[in-house]
């Protein structure tokens, strides 16, 4: 199994970035996908999950209202839109799968991650 996340870069307060998680091993509609950040010197930070099968969505309060996270089951994809962006989202952005369809709270269930994409909001 292996995750693939991509999209991230430079973009100026206010802007937007699509982030991509493409999976490959695995179906993105048997597993929660979920998306972290993590700034240097600090603990990871779960943001966002869609869960498998159903799709349902969760969101951190960091994020809620302007990120959004969708799941293209043809594409074997995870896209994380990310509008109103502000300095600090800055941080590298990892995606992660749960073994199971439903997203958790708990790193310790994610059983795969992607490599990271970086992240910078310029103010």
């Known amino acids: 199994v292996q995750l693939q996340a991509s999209g991230g870069g430079l973009v100026h307060t206010g802007g937007s970035l699509r982030l991509s998680c493409a999976a490959s091993g695995l179906t993105v509609d048997d597993h929660a996908i979920g998306w972290f950040r993590q700034v240097p010197g600090k603990n990871r930070e779960g943001i966002s999950c869609?869960?498998?099968?159903?799709?349902?969505?969760y969101y951190a309060d960091s994020v809620k209202g302007r990120f959004s996270i969708v799941r293209d089951n043809a594409k074997d994809t995870v896209l994380l839109q990310m509008n109103s962006l502000k300095p600090e989202d800055t941080a590298v952005y990892y995606c992660?799968?749960?073994?199971?369809?439903?997203?958790?709270?708990?790193?310790?269930?994610?059983?795969?991650w992607g490599q990271g994409t970086l992240v910078t909001v310029s103010s």
């Open positions: 992660a799968a749960v073994g199971g369809p439903k997203c958790s709270d708990h790193e310790y269930q994610y059983d795969y």
């Open positions: 869609i869960g498998g099968r159903y799709g349902e969505t």
